[in-house]
């Protein structure tokens, strides 16, 4: 019964994705205006960070 559960649970982990790649997966986060970029900085300059360092890894890794 247990391990049924398990297996249940890890079932998931298997689904066929059609790039094989971070490049083919993500894509870069982008801002309508320097606006939202100020308005980050006050509100939540965390999340900022995280998608800048998003886009900055995916141009180092996708770059070529």
Partial sequence: MMSS???AL???C???I???T?????EPLYF???TVVDELVKSDPKLLRQIVEHNETRK????G
Wanted: proline share 0%; charged share 10%.
């Fill in 5 to 7: 559960l398990l297996i």
């Fill in 10 to 12: 890890v079932s998931g």
């Fill in 14 to 16: 298997g689904v066929a």
């Fill in 18 to 20: 059609s790039g094989d």
């Fill in 22 to 26: 971070y490049c083919d997966l993500s």
């Fill in 32 to 34: 309508g205006s320097d």
């Fill in 60 to 63: 180092a890794i996708c770059a």
